[in-house]
Structure formats: structure tokens, C-alpha cells
């Protein structure tokens, strides 16, 4: 089974930009969807974005389309997300995801999960 391990987050003034990125092992990178939700304070974790095993179709939350794309390097073993044009509300830990099957945007389908990186935007 593979194991997810992110990295790239930290402190950012609003509007600035981040990239994260989501490093596997122990498996086929390529045999797998993956995700990246978020969970802030108090909050229930939330869908971000998703891209298929191969890249070529990808999902986003409403509340980040046009600021953030998620792709992937199946030769490196890894998954991006480009964040720009951050805001306060996007403070929260990001975690990615992985899925044996096609992509979708419920993380009750994701089966194997990083431990976070913590993203924190100044106002």
C-alpha cells in the first residue's frame, strides 16, 4: 500500500503562493487517484482538489478554482498542489490522499492519507 508523506507548507502573507507537495512510497503511484482536502480549526476536513491516475482530469472545490491546480508526476512519484492568491480562510492543515480508483471529491473514498502540512495565511 502506498505511503504519503506532504510537504511545503508554512506562513504566507494574503495573496501570496505556496506549492505542496505530496511524495509516495511503497506502491504504484500510477495505479492511484489522489486528492488534496484541508481541515481547519473546528471544521470538518474538505474536499480541495483531485486529479486522475493518469492527470488528465481533475476536480475542484468552488472555493478554489482559478486560485489553486493540483497536478502530478507519476515518473517522480508525486502530487502538487499550486496554491496562489491565498487568503485567510485557506488557513488550515492540507493533507493529500490516495485512491485505487478514479478520482471523486468524497474523502470518505480515499483509503490512505498523509499525516498534514500546515498552511497559515497572514492577513
Known amino acids: 500500500q502506498v505511503q504519503l508523506v506532504e510537504s511545503g507548507g508554512g506562513l504566507v502573507q494574503a495573496g501570496g503562493s505556496l506549492r505542496l507537495s505530496c511524495a509516495a512510497s511503497g506502491g504504484i503511484f500510477s495505479n492511484y487517484a489522489m486528492g488534496w482536502f484541508r481541515q481547519a480549526p473546528g471544521k470538518e476536513r474538505e474536499f480541495v482538489a483531485a486529479?486522475?491516475?493518469?492527470?488528465?482530469?481533475?476536480y475542484y472545490a468552488d472555493s478554489v478554482k482559478g486560485r489553486f491546480t493540483i497536478s502530478r508526476e507519476n515518473g517522480k512519484n508525486t502530487v502538487y498542489l499550486q496554491m496562489n492568491g491565498l487568503q485567510p480562510e485557506d488557513r488550515a492543515i492540507y493533507y493529500c490522499?490516495?485512491?485505487?480508483?478514479?478520482?471523486?471529491?468524497?474523502?470518505?473514498?480515499?483509503?490512505?492519507w498523509g499525516q498534514g502540512t500546515q498552511v497559515t495565511v497572514s492577513s
Open positions: 486529479i486522475s491516475w493518469g492527470g488528465g482530469t481533475t
Open positions: 490522499a490516495a485512491r485505487a480508483c478514479r478520482a471523486t471529491m468524497n474523502r470518505n473514498d480515499y483509503g490512505t
